[in-house]
């Protein structure tokens, strides 16, 4: 089996490119046990970065993924999201604290605003500097923000910490590729890619099938395999399927010819012009 694609954080940290989703998790007393088996299968196969949020399952995503992660914290690279309601100097530091206690553990790897509310950036920034030094997060970032925001971001003290922006990305909802994803890569910022098959919906789209089937592989590897191509993105795709979490790994297998790229192209085009960032 081809190793995991492996993207590098602004910090020099390596993590792997194909990673674990969570969101839906949790919502279901009797999937509980389902969705833990699918989160520690993803881990056995490597896929050892996990992405979750306060916000899913009303914290229960985040019980189940402290049950997966149970003495086996150190092989994963942990994910987790505040509310930007919660985003405050004190209020973050309290939700955090709660978020670690569902997830079994005493520090995040990384830690993300979930989307920009109105609480001052500079707040946040101070909040999650004050995580950092305490050693409760490693690193923080943030999730739907668009060039804009990110440069507003960019622009305080230590704005210059922001080791990510989590998006929705896939190859439906190409919009980034115009400003934000380039306004990224100019600053060495990895992006993280959000619902990579479009929450399933993808997946019903004859001319990603035809794609799949000309190289031998199934919509939704041709479809993760499209993100993964690209280095410095991390596809974090949600599967609680046993099936599907083995499906996932192998899309690391596939690999994209200039025509297939080409057909995809025809398909689903990139941006003509500016898009505003789009979001779940
Ligand atoms: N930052 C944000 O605002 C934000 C927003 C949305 C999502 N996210 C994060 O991104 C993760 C992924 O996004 P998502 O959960 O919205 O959607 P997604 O990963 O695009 O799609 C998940 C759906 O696809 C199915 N699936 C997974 N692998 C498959 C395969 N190989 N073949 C066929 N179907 C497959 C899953 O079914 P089964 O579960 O039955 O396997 C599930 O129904 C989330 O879980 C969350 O961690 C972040």
Redesign the pocket.
């Given at each position: 089996m081809p190793p995991i694609p492996r993207t590098s954080l602004p910090d020099g940290t390596v993590v792997p490119a194909l990673g674990?989703?969570?969101?839906?998790?949790g919502e279901q007393r009797q999937r509980a046990g389902v969705e833990v088996a699918?989160l520690a299968q993803g881990l056995d196969l490597g896929m050892t970065l996990?992405?979750?949020?306060e916000?899913?399952g009303d914290g229960r995503?985040e019980e189940i993924v402290g049950q997966a992660i149970a003495g086996r914290r150190r092989e994963v690279f942990l994910?987790s999201?505040v509310y930007p309601h919660n985003a405050g100097r004190r209020s973050a530091i309290a939700a955090c604290e709660r978020s670690l206690k569902r997830l079994g553990t005493d520090r995040l790897d990384l830690y993300?605003l979930?989307?920009r509310g109105s609480i001052p950036l500079a707040e946040t920034v101070a909040a999650f500097e004050q995580l950092r030094r305490d050693g409760k997060i490693v690193r923080w970032g943030v999730?739907?923000f668009d060039a804009g925001d990110l440069a507003a971001l960019c622009a305080l003290p230590e704005g210059r910490h922001c080791a990510t922006n989590?998006?929705?990305y896939?190859l439906g909802e190409r919009g980034i590729e115009w400003a934000l994803l380039p306004w990224m890569r100019a600053r060495r910022m990895p992006l993280?890619?959000?619902?990579?098959?479009?929450?399933?919906?993808?997946?019903q789209r004859k001319a990603l099938a035809a794609v799949a089937a000309r190289v031998g592989a199934?919509?939704?590897?041709v479809?993760?395999a499209w993100l993964l191509r690209q280095r410095d993105v991390v596809v974090?795709?949600?599967?609680?399927?046993?099936?599907?979490?083995?499906?996932?790994r192998a899309?690391c297998d596939v690999t994209l010819d200039a025509a297939a790229l080409a057909a995809l192209d025809a398909a689903f085009p990139p941006p003509a012009g500016p898009t505003a960032l789009a979001?779940?």
């Amino acid at each position: 089996m081809p190793p995991i694609p492996r993207t590098s954080l602004p910090d020099g940290t390596v993590v792997p490119a194909l990673g674990l989703g969570t969101a839906m998790m949790g919502e279901q007393r009797q999937r509980a046990g389902v969705e833990v088996a699918a989160l520690a299968q993803g881990l056995d196969l490597g896929m050892t970065l996990i992405d979750t949020a306060e916000m899913y399952g009303d914290g229960r995503a985040e019980e189940i993924v402290g049950q997966a992660i149970a003495g086996r914290r150190r092989e994963v690279f942990l994910v987790s999201k505040v509310y930007p309601h919660n985003a405050g100097r004190r209020s973050a530091i309290a939700a955090c604290e709660r978020s670690l206690k569902r997830l079994g553990t005493d520090r995040l790897d990384l830690y993300l605003l979930h989307w920009r509310g109105s609480i001052p950036l500079a707040e946040t920034v101070a909040a999650f500097e004050q995580l950092r030094r305490d050693g409760k997060i490693v690193r923080w970032g943030v999730s739907n923000f668009d060039a804009g925001d990110l440069a507003a971001l960019c622009a305080l003290p230590e704005g210059r910490h922001c080791a990510t922006n989590q998006v929705l990305y896939h190859l439906g909802e190409r919009g980034i590729e115009w400003a934000l994803l380039p306004w990224m890569r100019a600053r060495r910022m990895p992006l993280m890619a959000y619902s990579p098959l479009a929450q399933g919906a993808l997946l019903q789209r004859k001319a990603l099938a035809a794609v799949a089937a000309r190289v031998g592989a199934t919509a939704a590897q041709v479809a993760l395999a499209w993100l993964l191509r690209q280095r410095d993105v991390v596809v974090i795709p949600k599967a609680a399927d046993p099936a599907h979490v083995a499906a996932n790994r192998a899309a690391c297998d596939v690999t994209l010819d200039a025509a297939a790229l080409a057909a995809l192209d025809a398909a689903f085009p990139p941006p003509a012009g500016p898009t505003a960032l789009a979001m779940l």
